[in-house]
């Protein structure tokens, strides 16, 4: 688990650090690819083979520390009791205590724990059989360990995650509902269903499996009405609202992880950017200026935080982002060669960090 944390933070921070240092000079499509290989390290809990520049091998006294800390249990007040009692009785033999290991000392407390029990079935009218015995002993010796963290952060990583899961199904659902009560089916020859709606404030693809596109009523009257639906359309090409679920289910499983929340952000901006570069593609160059102006008609809302838990693209990213992706329509950045060989090697050199495992 450290391990997991561990590569797929530095893989994020790789990727944020070239997303800024090559931020024009790269297509945005390409930029955008990069979150993929951030997903499947994300998704992936194990290492694909061993290797000697392995991220958990450069670290691994840190994480070996980490772990003997994480491993060791908690003792109970019950227990530091007994310690002090098979000590004062090893002092008594002239037995120094601090020369023994610790299964000499834990045997040394079953011992005393299996006489005591022993003891109490002098009195009992109806004893113990010697097998019930033992599992009184190996049960008052489980009490002495009353704290176990492994199973302790577990249960609180099992528990965040499906808090996640929980908001991720209800919020989804939610939308769902809303859309299916709301919407109005429009009489346009499109592969894809196209329904106006009251409930959303931008255009949206949603669905997973029954993929739509989703239109404010002022959008459906738009006269830029093909650029929005070109832009849907490109979402649906790309598999986006199948990578948005699939950054949802990241989420769910790196709830704890700052980074994460980070970079889910960041990667649903990129794929907002590269859908525009590839819709643009598709267009044609002569409608570059008419989609931008597209763009900032529709994008002028406030962006929701709660998007993150959507599985719906949408061409809202709020105004913050808007001047950044109407400047990349504009500036069109491409990646030069000597770019893509620099950009191939330090990913492969961070794939090779973070997928494996100390060699």
């Avoid at 450290?2 to 990727?15: D, Y």
């Avoid at 097998?131 to 609180?156: K, N």
């Amino acid at each position: 688990m450290i391990e997991w944390i561990l590569t797929s933070s530095v893989l994020i921070l790789v990727v944020l650090i070239l997303r800024a240092v090559l931020r024009e000079r790269i297509s945005l499509g390409l930029r955008y690819a990069l979150w993929g290989i951030v997903l499947i390290r994300l998704l992936v809990p194990f290492s694909f083979s061993d290797s000697a520049i392995s991220v958990t091998g450069l670290a691994r006294q840190p994480i070996a520390q980490i772990e003997t800390i994480v491993n060791e249990p908690i003792r109970s007040d019950a227990y530091d009791a007994a310690i002090e009692e098979v000590t004062a009785q090893f002092f008594s033999q002239q037995v120094d205590p601090s020369a023994l290991s610790q299964e000499e000392l834990d045997a040394a407390i079953r011992q005393n724990v299996y006489d005591q029990v022993t003891s109490e079935q002098a009195h009992n009218p109806a004893p113990l059989t010697p097998d019930q015995i033992e599992a009184e002993v190996d049960s008052r010796m489980d009490g002495m360990y009353t704290i176990d963290p492994v199973r302790i952060l577990t249960v609180f990583w099992l528990a965040g995650a499906a808090v996640m899961c929980a908001v991720f199904l209800w919020s989804n659902a939610r939308l769902a509902l809303n859309l299916k009560r709301t919407r109005e089916k429009l009489s346009i020859d499109h592969p894809l269903p196209v329904y106006m709606t009251d409930y959303v404030a931008t255009p949206c693809l949603f669905g997973l499996f029954r993929s739509a596109i989703y239109l404010p009523r002022e959008a459906a009257e738009s006269p830029h009405m093909d650029h929005i639906l070109a832009h849907e359309a490109t979402h649906h090409r790309q598999g986006d609202h199948i990578w948005s679920a699939l950054r949802c289910a990241a989420l769910a499983l790196h709830w704890y992880n700052p980074l994460v929340w980070i970079a889910a952000s960041a990667s649903k901006k990129d794929a907002e950017l590269a859908c525009d570069e590839a819709t643009i593609a598709r267009l044609g160059e002569s409608q570059r200026t008419a989609y931008g102006e597209t763009l900032i008609s529709m994008t002028c809302a406030r962006r929701d935080h709660k998007d993150l838990f959507l599985t719906a693209t949408t061409m809202n990213t709020g105004k913050r982002t808007l001047k950044e992706r109407v400047t990349m329509i504009a500036k069109h950045p491409k990646t030069a060669v000597y770019t893509l060989i620099l950009l191939i090697a330090v990913m492969l050199i961070a794939v090779g960090c973070t997928f494996t495992g100390p060699g």
